[in-house]
């Protein structure tokens, strides 16, 4: 069996979570008051922006310890299972130096996979792993070797619906958030190349969707075989518009609406968001032949940096 390990940046819904030899490995979140919280669903995301709200810093997130990859290693090695681990990007977080360090530690040939993303960017390609293992019958390597390519065609791009979140997190100058937000101006943030970005800017909620639009058409607009997801962070009210530009001016059915976790809004300082993901491109098939040069990423070397941030137990505050 392949084993599909990815962290709970990914976002999955219930039903994914679900997923037979899909698991999760959880990141923590450290609130103003010095607390800490596993994510892994004990505080729902509502709890979260509630919490969010009434702190005056934005809480820091944690990557996991290696001891937690190491023990779904250990488990794929007993039971003889072949390994792919999909992370959150390493721009956003040490997550995926900690999945490399443990399995060199194991001595596994994990095959890990840098998504370049979070959330739901994240989300799909852990969806596209699962059809690979399930529908196409390719090997861990094989699967690996697609999501290289399959990553560079996801899209995030979001709408900022608040400047407050971007002060508290140092993003802004108290005084530049105050006029504005006077001014009711609205970033669009786009995630690129593994970094979140700013890309454009609009006046008003109005304005900041057809800035966002405009990213969209510009990016390559939606593959329709893979659809997009819209993402919320406290109100799920707002994808409505997204949602009717979808369908009226895209010619888009369906669509998935999800709503954000914690990792990706202190990753990037935000607040209240609206984002759509989406995939531009057709679906990955079975390759002829392994990628020249292609070789397993669990057992590669690392920096003498990357190991000091991800050595011990305990989860290192990013």
């Known amino acids: 069996m392949i084993r599909i390990v990815t962290d709970s940046a990914a976002d999955l819904t219930a039903a994914e979570l679900s997923a037979p030899g899909v698991f999760v490995v959880p990141l923590s979140v450290t609130f103003a008051d010095g607390t800490t919280q596993l994510d892994d669903g004990t505080m729902t995301k509502d709890e979260f922006f509630v919490r969010l709200a009434e702190d005056s810093k934005l809480p820091r997130t944690s990557q996991p310890s290696p001891a937690s990859f190491m023990q779904l290693y250990e488990?794929?090695?007993?039971?003889?299972?072949?390994?792919v681990v999909i992370t959150i990007g390493q721009k956003l977080s040490g997550t995926y130096q900690?999945?490399?360090?443990?399995?060199?530690?194991?001595?596994?040939?994990?095959?890990?996979?840098?998504?370049?993303?979070?959330?739901?960017?994240?989300?799909?390609?852990?969806?596209?792993?699962?059809r690979l293992r399930d529908e196409e019958g390719l090997t861990a390597e094989e699967i690996a070797a697609v999501l290289e390519q399959f990553k560079k065609r996801v899209r995030i791009v979001a709408v900022v619906d608040s400047l407050k979140?971007?002060?508290?997190?140092?993003?802004?100058?108290?005084?530049?958030?105050?006029?504005?937000?006077?001014?009711?101006?609205?970033?669009v943030l786009a995630l690129q190349d593994g970094a979140i970005k700013l890309v454009d800017k609009g006046r008003g909620r109005p304005g900041a969707l057809v800035a966002m639009f405009k990213q969209l058409d510009a990016l390559g607009g939606?593959?329709?075989?893979?659809?997009?997801?819209?993402?919320?962070?406290?109100?799920?009210?707002l994808v409505a518009p997204?949602?009717?530009?979808?369908?009226?001016?895209?010619?888009l059915t369906g669509g998935r609406v999800a709503q954000l976790g914690p990792t990706i809004i202190q990753g990037a300082k935000l607040g209240r968001i609206?984002?759509?993901?989406?995939?531009?491109?057709?679906?990955?098939?079975?390759?002829?032949?392994?990628?020249?040069g292609a070789r397993p990423l669990g057992v590669g070397?690392?920096?003498?940096?990357?190991?000091?941030?991800?050595?011990?137990?305990?989860?290192?505050?990013e």
Do not use: F, W
């Open 274 to 292: 609206r984002l759509a993901a989406r995939q531009t491109s057709p679906r990955a098939r079975r390759p002829d032949r392994p990628r020249k």
């Open 301 to 317: 070397p690392l920096t003498q940096q990357a190991r000091t941030k991800c050595k011990g137990g305990p989860a290192q505050k």
């Open 165 to 187: 979140h971007l002060q508290k997190g140092g993003r802004l100058p108290a005084a530049v958030a105050l006029v504005g937000g006077a001014l009711g101006i609205k970033p």
């Open 222 to 237: 939606v593959d329709p075989r893979y659809g997009y997801t819209l993402l919320y962070s406290d109100n799920k009210q």
């Open 98 to 130: 900690c999945a490399h360090l443990a399995a060199a530690d194991v001595g596994l040939q994990a095959h890990i996979v840098d998504s370049e993303a979070a959330s739901q960017g994240e989300a799909l390609l852990v969806r596209e792993a699962v």
């Open 75 to 83: 488990e794929a090695a007993a039971a003889g299972d072949e390994v």
């Open 242 to 251: 997204v949602h009717h530009y979808m369908h009226q001016n895209l010619q």
